[in-house]
């Protein structure tokens, strides 16, 4: 086991992560420089020759009162149902935890919670497992995702698995005129005004211009792209998508209240899908929806718009952790409860 601690090493880290099955680009040098209000270390697992097994991409970060908590987002990358590559990283991070003074290690891996294999790795490596979020506020990363299977497949096999309706609207909006373009550093101004748009209407916090500015700029153009579409030249919708490795994701959407009849989202998930195509990626993830499939459930029309272009209802592990600091990480989770609580009472009182 080793650490990442310079260039070569960095260089060697990435082209270990992009060639890797599960890779996953939250676990990337470059979103490491986006979360940069976080330190970064990343763990490097080794066989005998000193080639890369395995890594664990750790962001680190003070909070007050308590402490450093270390977490890493859909790592690890590396087999992971094997018992020393994962004991390796394991240690890794028990050293970091010494370096830092750390409360916690939080990891919340995109791994399917029925994998049982890998929740008897990780109870032997003495980690606790949380599996019982069911909604978007309950974990930093959904826990619920959809994911469609794209690997060898043609834009025509794609399209024949959405249902009738969604490709209907597909084609609808190119009729009523919607045109989507590729956007510059500079229209992330008209996708950002959208976004407020979409957060006030569908009640969620939204990221500043900056952060959408500073994730350009260090993924950009390679890994991300923005989407735009557009009604008569005016900007109705917009995306961002992220390629990393064998992967697409949907990672930000944006919708104006105007012309939502045309269907520009379900034009602007279809040109996502092809690019996806045309990278020849294994997987095109529509990334995260509630737990709770309800019709009542407020968030359900984002479940049922995304279910209905063929992808599988998929539901990760949750967060594992190892709290290296019981007491301490207990008293940090009651204050961060009540936290989230007492934002939740002021946005309703605003309302």
């Known amino acids: 086991m080793r650490f990442v601690t310079d260039e070569k090493s960095m260089e060697e880290y990435k082209k270990f992560l992009e060639s890797h099955e599960r890779c996953n680009f939250q676990q990337s040098p470059e979103w490491a420089k986006v979360k940069n209000n ?30 450093n908590i270390m977490y890493s987002s859909r790592g690890p990358t590396c087999d992971i149902h094997n018992l020393e590559v994962m004991k390796q990283l394991t240690d890794g991070a028990k050293e970091l935890a010494k ?20 929740r008897n790795v990780v109870t032997n490596l003495g980690y606790k497992i949380k599996d019982d979020a069911k909604d978007f506020k309950d974990e930093i990363q959904p826990r619920y995702v959809f994911r469609l299977d794209i690997k060898d497949k043609t834009e025509e096999e794609i399209m024949a698995g959405f249902k009738q309706k969604w490709r ?21 101004k008209d996708f950002h005004k959208i976004m407020v748009e979409t957060g006030s209407r569908d009640g969620f916090i939204i990221r500043s211009l900056e952060y959408f500015e500073k994730m350009y700029d260090e993924l ?4 991300m792209k923005l989407l735009m579409a557009y009604y008569e030249d005016k900007p109705i919708s917009g995306v961002i998508p992220i390629f990393y490795g064998n992967k697409t994701w949907y990672l930000y959407g944006a919708s104006s ?13 279809w040109e996502m899908i092809k690019m996806a195509i045309a990278r020849h990626d294994d997987v095109y993830d529509f990334r995260g929806v509630s737990g709770v499939v309800d019709e009542s459930h407020p968030q359900y029309g984002l479940y049922r718009f995304k279910q209905g272009f063929g992808a599988t209802f998929t539901e990760f592990i949750g967060e594992i952790y190892i709290p290296f600091k ?3 990480y207990k008293l940090y989770k009651f204050s961060e409860k009540t936290f989230r609580t007492l934002r939740q009472i002021k946005r309703k009182i605003k309302k």
Request: glycine share 6%; hydrophobic share 40%.
């Open 326 to 328: 019981p007491i301490t």
């Open 38 to 67: 976080w330190k970064n270390e990343v763990i490097l697992a080794e066989d005998e020759q000193g080639k890369i097994i395995g890594a664990l991409s750790v962001l680190i970060r003070k909070m007050p009162i308590f402490g």
């Open 168 to 188: 209907y609207n597909i084609r609808l909006a190119t009729k009523k005129g919607v045109v989507v373009k590729e956007g510059t550093r500079e229209d992330l």
């Open 220 to 223: 950009a153009p390679n890994h």
């Open 99 to 118: 370096k830092y003074n750390a409360i916690v290690l939080k990891i919340e891996p995109d791994i399917e919670s029925n994998d049982e294999a890998f």
């Open 257 to 269: 209240n105007s012309h939502r009849n045309l269907m520009p989202n379900y034009l602007l998930q």
